[in-house]
Structures are given as C-alpha cells and as structure tokens.
C-alpha cells in the first residue's frame, strides 16, 4: 500500500523531469508531457487508478494539452525576430580600425582581427599582413566577411 501512495510522486517528478528535459529540446512538445504527467499525478492523488488507467489517462492528457494549448503556448514564448536591425541597434562597426592576419588581394578573401576573434575580408587593393584597415562594409551578403580599406 505504502507503493500506490507514493505513485503521483513518480509522476510528479517524472513531470519535473520531461519539463526540463524541454529546455534542451527543440520542438516545444515535451512540456505537454510533462503537464499529461502532473494531471495522473493529480488524478492517482484523488482516485486509485490501475497502471493502464495511468497510461490512457497520460496519453490523453498529452494529446489534449497538445491540441488545446500548443497555439496558445507558441503566441506566449516565441520570440520575434527581423533580418535588418532597427534603428539604434545595428552592431555593425563601420569605421572601425582592425589590423589584417592574413593578406587580403582583390581575387582572395584574408583575415582580420575584429573583437578577440578573426573575420574573412576582401578589398579591392593588396593590402599586406599587419596593416591596419578600417572596415567599411559586408562582403557580400553574409554577413560572415568584412570589406575593408586601407587607412
């Protein structure tokens, strides 16, 4: 008897686990597992159910709160996010002076060192290891490489 009192434990923390399992999860579906979880906790607390009503009771529970509350949940949490910066809040470092790691020429791509890290540059002149260049924009479109100019 003293097992069947403390099955809404296993539940419950089984519940705790599968909510922070979410954390680390992409798909923002376990935590509707976790809440089918806590509802058998609820319910073994109240009436004295067998193991295959826990499971049915679980595999609805999770399925409901999927249905019902998935939407609701995804409006709440998600966040928003834009390809161009607002005003104010561009990080971009125009103008800032870096020195070139590895020599950039107009037919290859070098390496500056811009904030503890190195970047991928291009210009269109030679501009030889150890100068210092000012950045002026992306190259490109992916915002992985830098153009530079002498200074």
């Known amino acids: 008897m003293e097992i069947l009192s403390s099955v809404w434990l296993i539940w419950f923390l089984l519940g705790i686990g599968l909510a922070l399992l979410e954390l680390f999860m992409p798909g923002f579906v376990i935590i509707f597992m976790a809440l089918g979880c806590w509802l058998v906790a609820l319910a073994v607390l109240v009436w004295p159910l067998s193991l295959t009503q826990q499971i049915l009771l679980f595999i609805g529970g999770t399925i409901l709160s999927i249905v019902f509350l998935r939407s609701r949940f995804m409006k709440t949490f998600r966040g928003s996010s834009s390809d161009t910066a607002s005003a104010g809040y561009d990080d971009f470092p125009s ?5 070139v790691v ?4 107009p037919e290859s791509t070098g390496r500056i060192r811009y904030r ?33 100019r002498k200074v």
């Open 116 to 148: 503890g890290t190195f970047w991928d540059a291009s210009a269109e002149e030679e501009i030889d290891e150890g100068e210092i260049v000012e950045i002026v924009d992306f190259a490109g479109s992916s915002r992985q490489a830098f153009f530079v």
């Open 102 to 105: 590895k020599k950039i020429t």
């Open 95 to 99: 103008g800032v002076h870096v020195s």
